[in-house]
């Protein structure tokens, strides 16, 4: 069967490098915090609809943004890719439109529990890829395009795959695989737009430092949901197709821990502190002359 052809494939050096990062941390200690009643509230009801998924994550969202909480971040680019797929499925670009819609919906329960366990305190039930995510988000202390990017990594890199497996990849494996693709079309038309939003609502800065890298920080963005939607895949595929138990165990660690991994090279990544803070400068709308000013004078020792 594929699922067992497939499993080799799971062990590439990238993956197994992000699961040493996150045997090497604690993403359970983040700092305790009284839950919000309304927030919980807004999380405690299962999903059941594509239309109700995206009315009540965009009221998520208001909250959030309205609150300073930047776990809104994340939303912000969620709502506008169900919203796209909603679109997408009513336009009829799926074969399967009844599959896309119940993957849709499961897909976002995820995300809505893991919110609401987090919010409630019950870190035990939180997956550790959403821990770093929203316990960063709370601090207010990362970049923007870095509480983006812990979002997208825990929803993808790890909900997809058991998303994609309670959803079922069988039968008709082969068109629900093209229709899974074919979200990544969906995806890579909004690049652009998210970083517009992002940038009206967060960080008015990321478009000057947006017209010096070029294309690269898109080009990221859309490589890290394909690539990591590819691989949701795969371990979708290992999961339905190997029945030994030792083996489904072994993928699921490796899920989660690769996904933990990947969190915690977002949250720290192997950059000058002097950098990451000037990029702080820059997202907050510094002329990019003056935040490239500081960063040299802090490489060169001045300090400020």
Sequence with gaps: MAGYATL??????RRLRAAGLAVRTDPSAAPPRDPDPELVAAVTAPFDTVDGVLDRLRELEDRLRAA??????????YTRMTAAVRDAIDAGRFD?????RRY??????????????????????????????????????????????????????????????????????????????RIDDVLAALIDAQQVA?????????????????RFDEA????????????????????????WGLARRAVRWLLRTTATGGAVFVRS????????????????????????????????????
């Design 8 to 13: 080799p494939r799971l062990l590439d050096a």
């Design 68 to 77: 300073g909480d930047r776990r809104a971040v994340f939303l912000t680019i």
């Design 96 to 100: 399967d439109p009844d599959w896309m």
């Design 104 to 181: 849709t919906v499961t897909f976002a329960d995820y995300y809505r529990r893991a919110f609401r366990d987090f919010e409630r305190g019950a870190l035990d039930a939180v997956p550790d890829p959403w821990i770093v995510a929203f316990s960063t988000a709370v601090a207010g202390s990362a970049l923007v395009a870095q509480d983006a990017f812990l979002g997208v990594n825990a929803h993808i890199n790890y909900d997809l795959a058991l998303t994609l497996r309670d959803v079922a990849i069988d039968p008709h494996r082969r068109r629900k695989h093209t229709d899974h693709d």
């Design 198 to 214: 992002l940038a009206d609502l967060y960080a008015p800065g990321i478009d000057d430092v947006d017209a010096t890298l070029g």
């Design 220 to 243: 990221l963005s859309l490589f890290s949901m394909t690539e990591g939607r590819a691989w949701a895949w795969r371990v979708a595929t290992v999961l339905t197709d190997v029945g």
């Design 269 to 304: 990544p192997p950059i000058h502190p002097a950098i990451l803070s000037t990029l702080r400068r820059a997202e907050a709308g510094r002329s990019l002359d003056d935040v490239l000013t500081t960063l040299g004078d802090r490489l060169d020792g001045g300090g400020g």
